[in-house]
């Protein structure tokens, strides 16, 4: 028998290997039941499940939303701790020299972008309502650097009105290992979840499964032996 040719490096090279198909859901009759399931257990491990986001207004909370875009939220904790303690509403920030914001979000990355959304974003609510926020959807998503989650986040958590699930990397993580949504897109994750959750229970839902997802559900090692949902998640792509 002939030997299989060595590469370059020394290594036998064999036929490339195909990937794996991406693991579905459970079957659509199954997912409410189980969405049931992960609620009732997240609300018994996360009663109070507050956002992450430090702020003290929905101001604030616009904000520190549009620059936690690619970035951790302890990293804009820190950056908006310093920002707000000088310049805490839209008047001040609207005023601010663009190079001047520039530097005190650029740790947040993206920085030149975030600063120019969030003066534009700020100069328009006092132009347009007098600094405040505004409680409605469309209204905040026509606003520079406010997108759909962005608004989802604010209306949800500063006034208590779910206009959607809010999809970021954790719930959509959690929500594919536990057999809610085959999906990678955020818009089809947050569509799937809407359709299998009550909207009562939108708000919380995020907040609750971005807590599990950094305690226990985590990307590279989740604690499957520590998550009390193990009896009835089916592990999807763990």
Same mark, same amino acid.
């Given at each position: 028998m #002939?030997?299989?040719?060595?590469?370059?490096?020394g290594?036998?090279k #064999?036929?490339?290997?195909r990937?794996?198909?991406?693991?579905p859901?459970?079957?659509? !009759?199954e997912?409410k039941?189980?969405?049931?399931?992960?609620?009732?257990r997240l609300? %018994?491990?996360?009663?109070? /499940?507050?956002c992450?986001?430090?702020?003290e *207004?929905?101001?604030?909370?616009?904000?520190a939303t549009?620059l936690?875009a690619?970035?951790? !939220?302890?990293?804009?904790? &820190?950056?908006?701790?310093?920002l707000? %303690?000088?310049?805490p509403d839209?008047?001040?920030? %609207?005023k601010?020299p663009?190079?001047k914001?520039?530097?005190a979000?650029?740790?947040? $990355?993206?920085?030149?972008?975030? /600063?120019k @959304?969030v003066?534009?974003c700020?100069?328009?609510?006092v132009?347009?309502f007098? #600094?405040?926020?505004?409680? !409605?959807?469309?209204?905040?998503?026509g606003?520079?650097?406010?997108g759909?989650?962005?608004? @989802?986040?604010?209306?949800g958590?500063?006034?208590?009105?779910? *206009? #959607?699930?809010v999809?970021?990397?954790?719930? $959509?993580?959690?929500?594919r290992?536990? $057999?809610l949504t085959?999906q990678?897109?955020?818009?089809?994750?947050?569509? !799937?979840? &809407?359709?299998?959750?009550?909207k009562?229970?939108?708000?919380?839902?995020s907040?609750?499964?971005?807590?599990?997802?950094?305690?226990?559900?985590n990307?590279?090692?989740?604690?499957?032996g520590?998550?009390?949902?193990?009896?009835?998640?089916?592990?999807?792509?763990?």
């Amino acid at each position: 028998m #002939g030997k299989k040719k060595a590469t370059s490096k020394g290594a036998l090279k #064999g036929p490339a290997k195909r990937p794996s198909p991406p693991t579905p859901a459970l079957p659509a !009759d199954e997912r409410k039941s189980q969405a049931k399931r992960v609620v009732r257990r997240l609300k %018994a491990d996360y009663p109070e /499940a507050p956002c992450a986001l430090v702020h003290e *207004t929905p101001y604030q909370l616009l904000i520190a939303t549009i620059l936690s875009a690619q970035c951790t !939220d302890e990293r804009v904790n &820190i950056v908006t701790e310093k920002l707000f %303690a000088t310049h805490p509403d839209a008047h001040a920030i %609207a005023k601010m020299p663009i190079a001047k914001l520039e530097k005190a979000v650029q740790s947040t $990355g993206f920085f030149r972008n975030k /600063a120019k @959304n969030v003066k534009a974003c700020s100069e328009e609510l006092v132009e347009k309502f007098d #600094g405040q926020v505004p409680e !409605d959807l469309d209204t905040l998503v026509g606003l520079a650097g406010v997108g759909r989650k962005t608004a @989802n986040v604010v209306l949800g958590t500063a006034f208590s009105i779910p *206009t #959607g699930v809010v999809v970021d990397t954790h719930v $959509g993580r959690l929500s594919r290992r536990l $057999g809610l949504t085959a999906q990678k897109d955020a818009v089809k994750v947050e569509n !799937d979840l &809407i359709d299998i959750l009550p909207k009562k229970e939108w708000i919380d839902f995020s907040h609750r499964m971005i807590h599990h997802g950094r305690a226990v559900c985590n990307a590279r090692k989740p604690d499957c032996g520590a998550c009390s949902m193990q009896k009835f998640c089916p592990q999807i792509g763990v």
